[in-house]
Structure formats: structure tokens, C-alpha cells
């Protein structure tokens, strides 16, 4: 019996250890994507001390320099932090930016974030963004300029990926297939292309990546190749002459699916002009067929 009490104590004792003592509240501030240039950011991490003693811990953005701060007990703070940022493209064209919002947490400290309420902004050219992990919402008709939010609740901080395109072509492009489930037979891959630069797309090429092994394909659209490591790729490659600014066209083509396909994706259907990557559309998730 007595022993019996001693681990239910031993129990308790643990699991009050395990009551985390610092408590993220809120990740908040602005994000503005400039064109050609690495983004300027003001991020706010207010959390609060559950505990009955002050704390001081080091606080930061993984990979990024830590801060110290001071938590008096049942008291909130807030404190100022730097992300890591990767940035990659050129002025006009398109750019990518990941920004590693994911915190390096003392281990007393929640591993998730109350709210998280981030302001995304980017120059008028760049509207709307080619794509962006996680999805960000648009609120651009509400508000004046190009703006994005970045929201979520009781989740663990992760980084936050934006591919966007300032330049004179700004394309947003859908891609769909039709049936899904893909079972063996006709299958058709649609995408809706539409300009929202301010200049006329010529020249404008679309290729898709198939896998051989689950399609085939007849015409002069499609080439196989082979790809690094001796794998085979099933290309298809369509040309649109010109797309004028603010037009909307759609192109589609049909393969043949040797088998039920499921469990997988379609990669992106990419778009260049003069070998240039200029944007690309969606990847498509392919559920199982039973």
C-alpha cells in the first residue's frame, strides 16, 4: 500500500513538471515582400508565465539569433524577434521567399502558438501570389494594396514559403483532372491561365512531368525522355502565342491512364517564356480509387 501511494505521488509530481510554464500567447506583426530585394519583417511573440516564479529565458526563431526576456509569475511580455529568411529570384521576375517561423523553445515553454495574426504585404505588380505554404488568406478586396494574412490558431509555429512574381507577366494558373478517381482509360488535364501583368505574354510555353509507367500518350504534344537516375518522363509541351493582360485561356490534353491511379500527385505544370520560368499552377493530389 505504501509503495502504491509512493508512485502515485512519483505520477503526480511528473505530470506537474510536465505543466509547461511559459505559454505562447500570440505571434503577430507584418511581413512586407519587396520586389528584388530579401523581405522586411516586425514579429511580435507575447507569452505569459503560468508559473509561480520569474523566468528568463532565451527566445528566438530557429536558426536565428536568440533574445532574453524576464516573465514575472502570472505576469505577459512581449518580445521582438528576427526569423531566418531565404531569399532567391531577381527584380521583375519571379521570387521565392521562406521565411522559418518555427521558434527554438526553452523546454518548459507550450509548443504551440495561441494565435497566429501576420500581415503579408507585396507591391501591386505581384497580385496574386503564385503560391504559398501554408495557404494564406486573400484580403486584398478589403483592404488598400496588395495584402495577404497569415492565420491559424493552436498550432506550432513552421516556416512560411511565398512564391510571388512582380513582373510585367504575372500568371495564375489552375490545373484539374477529370475523372477522379483516375482509373484506367481517358483521362483529361485541364489548366486555366490567366494574366495579371501588365504586359502581353508571347511566346508563352507549358510543360507537364508524367510518369510513363501510369500514362501514355499519342501526338506531337508528347516526347518520353529519359530523366537522372535511368527513370523515364512522359513530356508534354504546348506553346500559347500570345496571352494579353488580364485574358484568361484554357488548354487541355488527354492521356490514357494504364492502371487505377491513387495515392500520389500530379507535379506542377510549369510556364516559361524564352527558357524562363515565369510560374507554375498547382500540384494535383490523386486519392485512392477504392
Excluded: C
Excluded at 79 to 98: D, F, K, N, R, W
Excluded at 99 to 123: K, M, R, Y
Excluded at 179 to 187: F, L
Amino acid at each position: 500500500m505504501i509503495y502504491r501511494m509512493f508512485s502515485l505521488l512519483a505520477v503526480f509530481a511528473l505530470q506537474a513538471q510536465a505543466e509547461p510554464a511559459l505559454l505562447l500567447d500570440s505571434l503577430t506583426g507584418q511581413i512586407e515582400l519587396r520586389d528584388g530585394e530579401p523581405p522586411v519583417t516586425e514579429l511580435l511573440l507575447t507569452l505569459s508565465n503560468a508559473s509561480d516564479q520569474t523566468i528568463t529565458p532565451q527566445l528566438g526563431f530557429t536558426g536565428a539569433e536568440a533574445t532574453s526576456i524576464s516573465v514575472e509569475p502570472g505576469a505577459t511580455a512581449s518580445v521582438s524577434l528576427q526569423p531566418l529568411i531565404s531569399y532567391e529570384g531577381h527584380a521583375g521576375s519571379l521570387q521565392t521567399v521562406v521565411i522559418d517561423l518555427s521558434l527554438a523553445l526553452p523546454n518548459n515553454t507550450s509548443t504551440s502558438i495561441s494565435t497566429t495574426d501576420i500581415s503579408l504585404l507585396l507591391p501591386e505588380s505581384a497580385y496574386p501570389v503564385v503560391k504559398s505554404d501554408p495557404q494564406l488568406m486573400d484580403n486584398t478586396a478589403q483592404l488598400d494594396g496588395v495584402h495577404y494574412e497569415y492565420y491559424k490558431e493552436n498550432r506550432e509555429s513552421s516556416p512560411l514559403t511565398v512564391v510571388y512574381n512582380p513582373g510585367p507577366v504575372n500568371l495564375s494558373m489552375r490545373k484539374t483532372l477529370y475523372p477522379i478517381p483516375v482509373v484506367t482509360g481517358p483521362v483529361t488535364v485541364t489548366i486555366d491561365i490567366t494574366n495579371f501583368g501588365e504586359q502581353t505574354a508571347e511566346g508563352l510555353v507549358l510543360t507537364d512531368h508524367l510518369n510513363p509507367e501510369e500514362f501514355s500518350a499519342e501526338g506531337d504534344a508528347f516526347t518520353q525522355t529519359a530523366v537522372d537516375g535511368g527513370a523515364e518522363d512522359l513530356l508534354w509541351q504546348a506553346e500559347i502565342d500570345s496571352l494579353g493582360a488580364g485574358e484568361t485561356t484554357r488548354v487541355s490534353y488527354q492521356v490514357n491512364a494504364l492502371g487505377d491511379i491513387g495515392d500520389t500527385e500530379l507535379p506542377v505544370t510549369e510556364a516559361t517564356i524564352g527558357g524562363r520560368l515565369i510560374g507554375y499552377s498547382n500540384k494535383v493530389w490523386l486519392p485512392k480509387w477504392h
